[in-house]
């Protein structure tokens, strides 16, 4: 059983559906989602919506460590490699890609994107709910 593990980025993305996969070979064990800010328990300031550049450098190595524990307790808990469902090229999906690559989790790209895929990228979401493996 593999556990998905959805970033959350931004507002806009807050409100958006949560990606729902079709069962293969690796059942689904549960869904969970990370928001990128500092306090999870009450996400106000998420980090693609900090305005200031200074602020997001700053905030940036503490949250990738938070997303890189997050992860990598993850899949110590559930014995195989997560699913990272980041949507976007946005700072908050870079940093959620390189924190799961260390971490050693699958990151999905949700939506294709016309300017290109995350280099970390693994899989993409298609339509019909199943992965796509990229090469």
């Known amino acids: 059983m593999r556990q998905c593990v959805v970033i959350i ?3 806009a993305q807050r409100g958006a559906d ?3 996969i079709r069962q293969g070979e690796d059942g689904i064990a549960r ?3 990370w928001y990128v800010c500092a306090n999870q328990k009450d996400p106000e300031h998420l980090f693609d919506d900090i305005d ?3 602020l997001r450098a700053l905030r940036w190595p ?4 938070q997303c890189f524990l997050y992860i990598s307790s993850v899949k110590t808990w559930s014995q195989k490699r997560p699913y990272v469902f980041v949507r976007g090229k946005g700072p ?4 959620a890609a390189r924190a799961a690559g260390w971490a ?3 990151v999905v790209q949700v939506h294709d994107d016309p300017a290109g ?3 970390r990228t693994r899989y993409q979401l298609r339509d019909d709910g199943s992965l796509k493996l990229l090469g």
């Open 9 to 11: 980025g931004s507002d």
């Open 18 to 20: 949560v990606p729902d």
């Open 31 to 33: 869904k969970t989602q």
């Open 52 to 54: 200031s550049v200074l």
């Open 62 to 65: 503490s949250l990738f460590y």
């Open 92 to 95: 908050a999906a870079r940093l």
């Open 104 to 106: 050693a989790g699958d």
């Open 117 to 119: 895929r995350l280099s």
